[in-house]
């Protein structure tokens, strides 16, 4: 017998932090979950008709490994109205499933062992694993909530070797709902171009953004060539259980991540595919209506939140609060394990999404407002008993 069958890549990855604290949640009565990062929202009605439709059609069969020529097509006209990008169906786009997995396939095709990643944190839980299976070394990048948890080009110069290859950039941000302005993008491109990286442009939350005009890091002048933009319709459409995302990316970096899909998951599944085509003919009002909601519920959560003590920077995208808990002098983990046990709200402690989450809880506002009103009721109890605000 072996001493172990697992593979040492295997083994080095750790859990992710938000399900260990969920498993909790979920053995509790009366919980108000702020944990979940998903839409409170059903996807669109003609959304889940077009599917259906597919079904009763009798479209059940693999599609082209990149996705069906009429979703890429329109996923080509949507980046264009929407982004002002410019990616070919043909041979510039692949759909995946979820955005997951868009990234799996950026990284394993582009990544040699050892090579290095810069990933400012905190950070959606999912990229240093991802990093690490496809042989690669995540580098993270501290950020902090002065600098609105956003990082510079000079902070990827101070831990930049000659074995960097890539950053990975998530603009709207997961945790912190923090969004790059052009002109922060800017300064990263040049650096990019100076210094020769890929960027892997995580924009799955790009259709909720609040304040400003949002730009695409592809957007940038001269950065087509160097960047995989990952993005998927589980955040903006509502439909996180259809696994449905894609990579857009020119042809030399797109062809080695549809060898690697190719064989590993042959193409998305048909009836999410054609529900993705009826969104984006469809449904952009509906994406509008929800963006509203959610700026609405952004207002008034994070006022609150401020009011209470616990504060709070605007996130200008995505639908995550990232309020500090420090003045209670505990810890993320602490303060949101004690907060479930006393007051059954669940919270994603900050330190999850990496060491300078620490400090920080995350709270998904995708709640209806009579959930957070009441979440914010037993906040602030909880936060008055410890005494740090009165
Ligand atoms: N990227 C970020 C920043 C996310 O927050 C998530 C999901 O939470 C994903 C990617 C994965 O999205 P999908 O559901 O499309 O796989």
């Given at each position: 017998m072996r001493t172990t069958y697992i593979s040492k890549a295997a083994q080095q990855i750790k859990p992710s932090g938000i399900r260990k604290f969920f498993d909790l949640a979920s053995t509790m009565e009366g919980v108000i979950s702020l944990g979940v990062g998903e839409p409170d929202f059903v996807t669109a009605w003609n959304v889940r008709e077009a599917s259906i439709l597919s079904l009763e059609q009798g479209y059940t069969s693999y599609t082209a490994n990149a996705g069906l020529l009429s979703l890429r097509k329109e996923i080509s006209a949507y980046l264009n109205k929407r982004f002002h990008l410019d990616y070919a169906p043909d041979d510039e786009l692949i759909v995946t499933v979820g955005a997951s997995q868009a990234l799996d396939i950026a990284v394993r095709a582009i990544l040699d062992p050892g090579e290095e990643v810069l990933i400012p944190e905190?950070?959606?839980?999912?990229y240093e694993a991802l990093v690490s299976l496809a042989g690669g070394k995540a580098v993270h990048i501290h950020t902090n909530a002065e600098r609105g948890f956003k990082a510079s080009a000079a902070d990827f110069e101070a831990v930049l070797t000659e074995r960097t290859k890539a950053i990975i950039l998530c603009?709207?941000?997961?945790?912190?709902?923090s969004v790059y302005t052009k002109k922060e993008l800017e300064e990263i491109a040049a650096f990019a171009e100076q210094h020769d990286l890929i960027v892997i442009a995580d924009e799955i939350y790009a259709e909720l953004t609040y304040d400003e005009a949002y730009t695409s890091f592809a957007e940038i002048a001269g950065m087509k060539k160097r960047t995989i933009l990952i993005s998927g319709f589980s955040k903006g459409f509502a439909m996180t259980g259809w696994r449905l995302g894609y990579v857009a990316a020119p042809a030399y970096l797109r062809d080695p991540m549809l060898k690697i899909h190719q064989y590993s998951m042959m193409c998305a599944p048909s009836m999410a595919q054609f529900a993705a085509e009826e969104a984006l003919k469809n449904g952009l009002e509906d994406v509008e209506k929800m963006k509203k909601s959610y700026r609405r519920r952004r207002n008034v959560f994070v006022d609150s939140l401020n009011e209470i003590g616990l504060d709070c920077h605007q996130p200008g995208g995505a639908f995550y609060a990232f309020p500090s808990v420090k003045k209670t002098g505990m810890s993320s983990e602490q303060f949101a394990e004690e907060l479930l046990i006393a007051e059954k709200v669940a919270v994603v402690p900050g330190?999850?999404?990496?060491?300078?989450?620490?400090?920080y809880i995350r709270c998904s506002y995708a709640s209806s407002l009579e959930q957070l009103q009441e979440a914010l009721v037993r906040m602030k109890r909880f936060v008055q008993k410890t005494g740090a605000v009165q």
């Open positions: 905190p950070c959606f839980v999912a603009t709207p941000s997961n945790p912190t709902g330190n999850v999404f990496g060491p300078s989450g620490e400090g």
